[in-house]
Each structure stands twice: as C-alpha cells, then as structure tokens.
C-alpha cells in the first residue's frame, strides 16, 4: 500500500478543513472505536452524522440508515465497516459525491480506494484520526 492513500497533505487539510464527517458504521455504542472517533471529532466542532442500518440517534446526532438518506454535503466519509464491506461503502460516498473517504485502522481495500480517487475523492485508508488529530495538534 504504500503511503498513496496516508499523504500527509491529504490527512492534514481534511483534519483542519472538513467539517461534515458521515461514519458509516457509527451505532449508539461507546465501547465501539466508531463512537469513540466520532465523539472526538464532535468535539473538536465537526458535525458528524451517524450511518447505519439502524438509524439511530448517536451523539445527539439524527442519523440515517444510508448515505444516499444524508441531506446535505458530506465532507468526508469515514468507513467504520470490515475491510470486506468497504468497498460498498466507498461506492455510496461516491455516488453521493463526498469530498474524501477515510478508512481506519485495520480496514483497507485499494480496489475500492483507487475507485474514490478516480471519481476524485481524497482518500485516507488504514489511518485513525484521532492519532492523526494527537500527531498534528490540528485545530
């Protein structure tokens, strides 16, 4: 893999920039790294929206069941599914025309992730950002 989906120019403008981050994969679950990552990036003053096929409320946030059920621009889609489940994911936040795709730890599918930059997202994959958020005191 390389750093082709980890540059550091890349990570840094969507920490510092993107603003709306849809979790796929994001439950009412604080003992899931999904919740916890949201809640940190909440807290640093991003909405974020939970996607999941449940649709529930997380964070005090409304969420949807689907991508394609998110009003609005979504900046970033990060991926909190299986590397077996990303790709589907990845397509979605093609399809709706989000700005980048961000995949943590441990989730990697390149095929899926060379999609997104050819459709021209940006893509973050095998990354966590809250490490990512420690490594560069991002505002």
């Given at each position: ?59 005090g ?23 077996e ?17 961000w ?15 050819e ?11 809250g ?9």
């Amino acid at each position: 893999m390389g750093n082709r989906f980890a540059d550091e120019n890349v990570i840094r403008r969507l920490l510092a920039e993107a603003h709306t981050w849809a979790f796929v994969g994001l439950a009412d679950n604080p003992g899931r790294t999904a919740y916890d990552q949201a809640a940190l990036l909440k807290s640093r003053g991003r909405r974020i929206i939970p996607v999941h096929p449940a649709g529930e409320t997380v964070l005090g946030e409304p969420g949807y069941e689907s991508l394609a059920e998110v009003p609005g621009k979504v900046d970033v889609v990060a991926v909190y599914r299986r590397s077996e489940y990303a790709g589907e994911a990845i397509d979605e936040a093609i399809a709706i025309g989000a700005g980048a795709v961000w995949l943590p730890l441990g989730v990697v599918d390149e095929a899926a992730a060379g999609r997104a930059l050819e459709a021209g997202l940006d893509v973050v994959m095998d990354r966590c950002p809250g490490v990512e958020w420690a490594l560069r005191r991002t505002a």
